[in-house]
């Protein structure tokens, strides 16, 4: 008896279930004849006809502004409407862009990473060399979304990433920040500090976020392989091996941030990392890039004006040096009518070119330029003006992990990485393994 | 079924049919297409013959995540069914406040996978290495950055989050026992143990059946937690079958290889939890 009733529960329940499904699926769909049709009006192409662009991106933390220079451009122009959608998170951006494509409801501007994705997208790309964008672009920065001659993305800023380091506690503790140029400097400094850890209120000198893998696999590792390829990310998306050529410094460089890191390293993330270790000063320096200085004021103004980059050097080869590359590529889809690709090229050049866009490029977005003709002097935050520092001043080197095979970065080298700093694998383990997955992936 | 009978039976089933048809049984076959291909999510899928399963039978990472994943079902089922069916025991009892406790009891519930996981993040990592500098002892602190406690931190966030859904079940079955059953036995001279054992646990077999289900295939196809607590961390050693498809699927851009794998996947639970429900409800008795 009972267990009759409760079937017939439980078919209810799953029939409300279901209901709901196929309500939202027909939402959605309703939602996609909307667009489709108001993409089909504007086939003509005529003047005085609404040009609509999709622009679906990948930047959470300019949501807003972006939103509000949208809008701006709406009533200069006012044949265009641009509707914007942002979701962030690696991953996750690319799984919902994928989606997007399947379902038909392709945007017009999008985002892409770098060579794997260019790859990946080709056919969906529109050629974007006759922009003005694309002519002001700094030198270096379309390597990376150029493919047979065309430039198939516009760069959205550069950003860099290094040691991070509070100079007050430098200062307190006597240290010269400015002389560090090495690896061998940057483990004198470790320790100096760790010598002082009580007396300047540290847990550790240094903090080690191993758990994220982005930033052990993608960034550290990067910092030591580019000199193995050239700076060149199309040399690194190329290669069917990867050799490890300054495995050596590599590994001291482990070391180093592991001996001082506050432990376990293996179960730091990004938000203990920043937030709540180098935001209040329980760490000195930690691995991070310009990114971070919002997070950073946002927990703690006054330390965030008093920050810098060190380098993450090889010895000998990269000296004083930080890598510096481009985060994201604006890209076109071809497939929309004439007239919403040339509205999307349009309002992209707005964007970089002209001299509302690169005011609010540099006071809103807070961007480090990567067009020319720029007022530089008004990059506001301490870490972005170091970043170009670095740059003008030429000690930079590439963000070769752009052209790493898919995943490799963080679910191979990262996780090898956790296992070396757990003291599972030894340091040849560590090499051993991540060669093998790179020359398989790129068989 | 007369025939307006069947008319109503098939209009009102209808929008779960066509509705199972688009979002699963459809679905579950181009899955099934998908895993012969080397689709990459963009661009044209070419069919690949087995090259896929012949892979991966050699992908060591698959495999330890299939044992990870079947460690953990197994410790989470039994912890889940004990502790949910102790607690409907407890709380079935007529004493002050068995009501609340129900709720309370239920409450984990209600609270999403991936918030649980991250409010359980901070707990393993900051509550217990607070607990830890104060006892001194370093077990506490290292919570989370090992193996051993990335999986029984996920038993445990499981368990509280699982074990008061099984006990509304369990509390359902129990509360169908006939009075009249359990009068007789008291007048037999049973004990409260002989009552549970002889009495109430045949005829809450049923109860089993269901809990055992969904338990079962709750804890394998578990992803939300797994992703907010450790994401598969440290060195992948606590990453579980989804997430690992998952990531071979949008980390590695390899559609086809990680459908392949769910095909694999979606047989062995099919095989455990077909038998499951096949052993359990033979144990099924009539009241």
Redesign the interface.
């Known amino acids: 008896m009972?267990?009759k009733r409760?079937k017939k529960i439980g078919s209810g329940i799953?029939?409300a279930g279901?209901?709901l499904?196929?309500l939202a699926?027909c939402g959605n769909a309703s939602e996609t004849n909307n667009s489709a049709a108001g993409a089909s009006g504007t086939d003509e192409g005529a003047s005085g006809e609404v040009v609509e662009i999709d622009i679906f991106q990948f930047k959470v933390e300019f949501k807003d502004q972006f939103e509000a220079l949208a809008k701006q451009y709406e009533a200069e122009n006012e044949n265009v409407k641009i509707n914007i959608e942002t979701v962030g998170g690696g991953?996750d951006y690319?799984?919902a862009l994928?989606s997007k494509?399947?379902s038909g409801n392709e945007p017009d501007i999008y985002n892409i990473g770098g060579p794997?994705d260019v790859t990946?997208?080709v056919?969906?790309l529109t050629d974007l060399s006759d922009t003005e964008a694309a002519n002001q672009a700094l030198e270096g920065t379309l390597t990376g979304a150029t493919k047979d001659g065309k430039v198939l993305g516009l760069p959205y800023n550069i950003e860099g990433y290094g040691v991070v380091y509070n100079k007050a506690i430098f200062e307190e503790a006597g240290i010269d920040a400015t002389t560090i140029k090495t690896l061998t400097d940057l483990e004198a400094a470790a320790e100096t500090l760790d010598s002082k850890k009580e007396e300047l209120g540290l847990d550790a000198p240094f903090a080690l976020a191993?758990?994220e893998?982005w930033i052990t696999g993608l960034h550290s590792g990067n910092a030591f392989l580019n000199a193995e390829f050239d700076n060149d990310v199309m040399k690194a998306f190329d290669s069917k091996t990867v050799e490890f050529k300054y495995g050596e410094q590599f590994q001291k460089y482990i070391d180093i941030s592991n001996k001082y890191s506050v432990?376990?390293?293996?179960?730091l993330d990004y938000s203990?990392q920043i937030e709540q270790l180098f935001s209040n000063g329980k760490v000195a320096m930690t691995q991070q890039g310009n990114w971070v200085y919002p997070t950073i004021a946002s927990v703690n103004p006054e330390l965030a004006e008093n920050i810098g980059l060190l380098p993450i050097p090889i010895d000998g080869v990269t000296e004083g040096t930080i890598p510096v590359g481009v985060p994201m590529y604006w890209g076109v889809n071809p497939n929309g009518s004439e007239a919403e690709v040339q509205a999307s090229k349009d309002f992209l050049d707005y964007l970089y070119t002209t001299e509302e866009g690169k005011r609010i490029v540099l006071e809103d977005f807070k961007f480090v330029p990567a067009y020319k003709g720029y007022d530089t002097e008004k990059i506001s935050d301490p870490l972005s003006k170091d970043v170009y520092t670095y740059y003008t001043e030429g000690n930079t080197t590439g963000w070769v992990f752009m052209g790493y095979p898919?995943?490799w970065g963080?679910?191979t080298l990262g996780?090898?990485i956790?296992?070396y700093?757990?003291g599972?694998?030894t340091w040849a383990e560590v090499e051993e393994v991540a060669k093998a997955k790179w020359a398989e992936e790129r068989e | 079924m007369t025939h307006q009978k069947k008319t109503w039976f098939y209009l009102f089933s209808a929008?779960?049919i066509?509705?199972?048809f688009?979002?699963v049984v459809i679905p579950f076959f181009y899955g099934i297409y998908y895993s012969f291909t080397d689709w990459?999510?963009?661009?044209e899928a070419a069919l690949v013959g087995f090259s896929n399963y012949s892979k991966l039978l050699k992908d060591q990472e698959f495999w330890t995540s299939i044992w990870f994943t079947t460690k953990f079902a197994f410790v989470a089922i039994f912890l889940i069914n004990a502790i949910g069916l102790g607690l409907a025991l407890l709380v079935t009892n007529k004493f002050k406040g068995a009501n609340l406790l129900r709720t309370i009891f239920f409450m984990p519930n209600l609270i999403g996978g991936l918030i649980l996981g991250f409010i359980w993040q901070f707990i393993f990592?900051n509550a217990f290495s607070a607990i830890g500098d104060v006892l001194n002892s370093t077990g506490l602190?290292?919570?989370?950055?090992?193996p051993e406690t990335g999986f029984w931190a996920m038993v445990i966030v499981m368990c509280w989050q699982m074990s008061g859904y099984v006990m509304v079940i369990y509390i359902?079955?129990l509360q169908?026992v006939d009075d009249a059953l359990l009068e007789a036995s008291d007048l037999d001279g049973a004990s409260a143990f002989q009552k549970f054992w002889h009495v109430k646990f045949p005829l809450i077999m049923?109860g089993f059946t269901?809990s055992l289900f969904m338990t079962l295939s709750n804890s394998f196809k578990l992803y939300d937690q797994n992703l907010s607590l450790t994401?598969?961390?440290?060195?992948?050693s606590t990453q579980m079958v989804a997430m690992n498809i998952y990531?071979t699927?949008?980390?590695?851009?390899k559609m086809g290889y990680a459908q392949s794998k769910a095909v694999i996947f979606f047989l062995c639970v099919a095989i455990i939890s077909l038998t499951q429900v096949y052993l359990t409800k033979r144990k099924?008795v009539e009241a």
């Open positions: 009972l267990n409760m799953l029939l279901f209901t499904t196929t699926a991953s690319g799984a994928k494509f399947s794997e990946m997208w056919d969906n191993a758990k893998l432990q376990p390293a293996n179960s203990q898919a995943g963080e679910q996780a090898e956790q296992k700093v757990a599972e694998a | 929008p779960v066509i509705a199972l688009i979002v990459n999510g963009v661009s990592i602190k290292t919570w989370l950055s090992t359902s079955y169908s049923p269901v994401n598969g961390g440290p060195y992948k990531n699927a949008f980390l590695e851009n099924e």
